[in-house]
């Protein structure tokens, strides 16, 4: 092979190599803008499922505390009588 057509050659093929490059580069930013807004998604969604966590929570807590006023009889004693007529 001639050195012009070699030297021609080889010219292409980097060029072909930096473009593959740059296309990568271009893909890996745009990957980590994904990753990075991903991330910030998870946040948000992460702290609404926590107050609503807490929410349930303190919904629980007063379910509890209202049907255990009616298994003792404190809640004008209706649930108590009911159970046991």
Do not use: P, W
């Not at 271009?26 to 991903?38: C, D, I, T, Y």
């Not at 609404?48 to 004008?76: F, T």
């Amino acid at each position: 092979m001639d050195q012009g057509i070699a030297a021609v050659l080889v010219a292409g093929i980097t060029a072909i190599g930096g473009v593959i490059v740059g296309f990568m580069q271009l893909f890996r930013k745009e990957q980590r803008a994904a990753v990075e807004e991903n991330r910030q998604d998870h946040a948000v969604v992460q702290s609404q499922l926590g107050m609503i966590y807490r929410q349930v929570a303190r919904v629980d807590d007063k379910l509890e505390k209202h049907l255990a006023q009616h298994e003792e009889g404190e809640n004008s004693g209706q649930s108590k009588k009911r159970s046991s007529g």
